[in-house]
C-alpha cells in the first residue's frame, strides 16, 4: 500500500477527534479525551496555531486517513535550537505493520532537519512494550533518567492560586 502524508487542515478536525478517540480507547483511557472539535479548530487551525497535524492517507485514496503524527514545537536550552514534541503518534488497527507510523517518524525528522531542528521528543507507556521497541529500533533514546511530572486538575488549580 502506497501512503502519502499531507498536513492536515480545519476540514479534517473530526477524523483527527476521531483518531485520539481511537489512540483513548487502545491506552484504556476511554474517558480521559476532554478536548472537542471546537477546541481543536481554535487551537490547531486558528490565527496562531498550537499544533499541526500530519496525516498518513492511502495514496489510491487520499479520503482515507490511516495515521497522524500529532506535534508542536519545544526548544532545547543546550543546543541552542528548535525541536518538536510528538503528543500523538497514532496508526489505525487495520492499517499496522505496515511502515506507516516509521514514515511519519522519518517524515518528521527530514522537515526537522530541513529547518535546522535538533530533536525529536515524545513520551511512551512504560507498558506498551512494542511501541518501546519500534522507537528503539529508530534510533530514539530511552530517557529513563528523567522522570515526567505534571501539574493538572486541583493541583493546579491549587498552585494558580497559592500566595
Known sequence: MS???RRAGPEDVD???ALIHELAEFEREPEAV???REDLLRDGFGERPLFTVD???EAQAPERVLGMALYFPNYSTWEGKRG???EELYVRPSA???????????HLARE???????RLDLSVLD???PARDFYAALGFDDQATWRPYRLTGEALTRAAESG
Open 15 to 17: 477524523t483527527i477527534l
Open 112 to 118: 526537522l532537519k530541513r529547518t535546522g531542528g535538533a
Open 55 to 57: 496525516l498518513a492517507c
Open 3 to 5: 501512503v502519502t502524508i
Open 34 to 36: 476532554l478536548a472537542s
Open 84 to 86: 518538536i514534541y510528538l
Open 96 to 106: 499496522r505493520r505496515r511502515g506507516i507510523g516509521r514514515t511519519l517518524i522519518l
Open 127 to 129: 507498558w506498551n512494550q
